[in-house]
């Protein structure tokens, strides 16, 4: 694989069968949507799954029912797409290939469109594909294959995608021409969203603060424009067909027009305890229901993440990290910490990102990942030793048991060598 395309890997793989560490089911709920006075409520939410990781939801073209990717087999299976009748509430797997599908949509047709891989050629072959109604692969939608994480249909010409280059950047692609053109780079790992009535769709330019930014592409200029900010920290977004913003934080669902808001304002707050880690992600074609997902319990990176962006050193964020991991309070992942530290060290900030690896390599003792990542940050810090040393130590971990374990144990070799201390 590209070393370009490292980081961003590690980021995609987050929703891999091979990532989770714990089990902390992600599941669906459905609130009504109605306007009073102008103003927007949110009803109350009915739940949708019940275990597993259900993610990624989209509407069928009519409304009536969602298709989603969801892991059913435990923390080692593949994802699939399954799909669910709003009215009757039942449930029906829609793929069964030996492949992931991930971020799925029903055309007007009827057929199924979902980015399709396996983690150890991903990147390098599937994508994008067109399935028949019966979840059968037919074609893949790009001239070959290509590095797309996600996709919009914009028209019946167009699509918005999501290429995990270095970081994730915005492109268009031309289905007369086969053309792909890129716009506009750094943007959060989602699929862009279809602005209501315009020919244009937004996505979320990210921020090391998480002061992050809702922007605008015209398709027809390759214009960008500022739309407005996000609530502090997210990347989720979802349009009514109104024109009003919707995004989810810990507990609460908030709204925002454009157009007249210059602030988020909370529509809704949730008790349950399942639900304290909302993430607003799609509206009805109608406007009338909204589909949001939250996990059974906060992730640890969740809480990491909130608290580096309230002005908490990272120094103190480890620290956090290191009481609240072994309570049980919070869901802790291998995956999602490495995940923020990488983030941390993409931003440049590498003295950061060391700190929240050095937590992660005492949560996660045996792991030669989170070795390799803290010298990693050590050496981007000009901590040579220390690095060669963290280096020496992921060496000693890897049990070289998988191709995969082989490359990185080789990969790790190079970086010493790079420094002279091999």
């Given at each position: 694989?590209?070393?370009?395309?490292a980081?961003?890997?590690?980021l995609?793989?987050?929703t891999?069968?091979?990532?989770?560490?714990e089990a902390n089911p992600?599941?669906?709920?459905?609130?009504?949507?109605?306007?009073?006075g102008?103003?927007l409520?949110?009803?109350?939410?009915?739940?949708l799954t019940r275990?597993?990781?259900?993610?990624?939801?989209?509407?069928?073209p009519d409304?009536?029912a969602?298709v989603f990717?969801?892991?059913?087999?435990?923390?080692t299976?593949?994802t699939?797409?399954?799909?669910?009748?709003?009215?009757t509430?039942?449930e029906?797997?829609?793929?069964r290939?030996?492949?992931n599908e991930?971020s799925?949509?029903?055309?007007p047709g009827?057929?199924?469109?979902?980015?399709?891989w396996?983690p150890?050629?991903?990147?390098?072959e599937?994508?994008?594909?067109v399935?028949?109604?019966?979840g059968?692969?037919r074609?893949?939608?790009?001239p070959g294959?290509?590095?797309?994480?996600y996709y919009?249909?914009?028209?019946r010409n167009?699509f918005?995608l999501?290429r995990?280059?270095?970081?994730?950047r915005?492109?268009?692609?031309?289905?007369?021409t086969g053309?792909?053109?890129d716009v506009e780079s750094?943007a959060?790992?989602l699929p862009?969203?279809r602005?209501?009535?315009?020919?244009a769709v937004?996505f979320?330019?990210t921020?090391s603060s998480?002061h992050?930014?809702?922007?605008?592409v015209d398709?027809?200029t390759?214009?960008?424009?500022d739309?407005?900010?996000?609530v502090?920290?997210?990347?989720?977004?979802a349009?009514?067909?109104?024109?009003?913003?919707?995004m989810?934080?810990?507990?609460t669902i908030y709204?925002?027009d454009p157009a007249?808001?210059?602030?988020?304002r909370?529509?809704r707050?949730?008790a349950g305890?399942?639900?304290?880690n909302?993430?607003?992600y799609?509206?009805?074609?109608?406007g009338?229901r909204?589909?949001?997902y939250?996990?059974?319990?906060?992730?640890?990176?969740?809480v990491?993440?909130?608290?580096l962006?309230?002005?908490?050193?990272?120094?103190e964020v480890?620290?956090l990290a290191?009481?609240l991991?072994p309570?049980g309070?919070v869901?802790?992942?291998?995956?999602?910490?490495?995940?923020l530290?990488?983030?941390?060290?993409?931003?440049?900030k590498?003295?950061?990102?060391?700190?929240?690896?050095?937590?992660?390599?005492?949560?996660f003792?045996r792991?030669?990942?989170?070795?390799?990542?803290?010298?990693?940050?050590?050496?981007a810090?000009?901590?040579?030793?220390?690095?060669a040393a963290a280096y020496?130590?992921?060496l000693?971990?890897n049990?070289?048991?998988t191709e995969?374990?082989?490359a990185?144990?080789?990969?790790v070799?190079r970086?010493?060598?790079?420094?002279g201390?091999?």
């Open positions: 694989m590209n070393r370009a395309l980081s961003v890997t590690l995609f793989l987050t891999a069968p091979a990532a989770a560490q992600v599941d669906l709920y459905v609130s009504d949507l109605r306007w009073r102008g103003r409520e949110v009803g109350e939410p009915a739940r275990g597993g990781r259900n993610t990624q939801p989209s509407f069928t409304g009536r969602i990717s969801g892991q059913r087999g435990g923390p299976s593949q699939d797409v399954y799909r669910i009748d709003l009215a509430g039942a029906t797997q829609v793929t290939t030996p492949e991930n799925p949509t029903v055309e009827g057929e199924l469109l979902a980015v399709r396996k150890e050629t991903l990147f390098r599937y994508g994008p594909w399935y028949g109604p019966d059968v692969p074609r893949g939608l790009l294959p290509d590095t797309v994480g919009a249909r914009i028209d167009t918005a999501m995990p280059m270095s970081r994730f915005v492109a268009l692609f031309d289905v007369r053309q792909t053109r750094p959060a790992p862009p969203q602005v209501p009535g315009a020919r937004t979320t330019r921020d998480g992050n930014r809702i922007r605008r398709v027809a390759d214009r960008v424009t739309v407005a900010p996000t502090l920290g997210r990347t989720s977004h349009w009514t067909p109104r024109g009003t913003l919707l989810g934080k810990g507990n709204a925002l007249r808001d210059a602030v988020w909370p529509v707050s949730f305890p399942e639900l304290q909302v993430t607003a799609v509206v009805s074609p109608r009338d909204l589909v949001f939250s996990s059974a319990r906060v992730p640890l990176e969740v990491m993440r909130d608290s962006q309230a002005g908490r050193s990272a120094a480890a620290a290191r009481r991991a309570g309070s869901a802790v992942a291998e995956a999602g910490v490495l995940a530290g990488g983030d941390w060290l993409a931003w440049g590498a003295a950061e990102a060391a700190e929240i690896f050095g937590a992660a390599t005492e949560l003792p792991s030669f990942r989170a070795q390799t990542r803290l010298g990693d940050a050590l050496r810090a000009g901590e040579r030793e220390r690095a020496r130590r992921a000693e971990l049990p070289r048991g995969d374990e082989r990185a144990a080789t990969e070799e970086r010493l060598d790079e420094l201390a091999r």
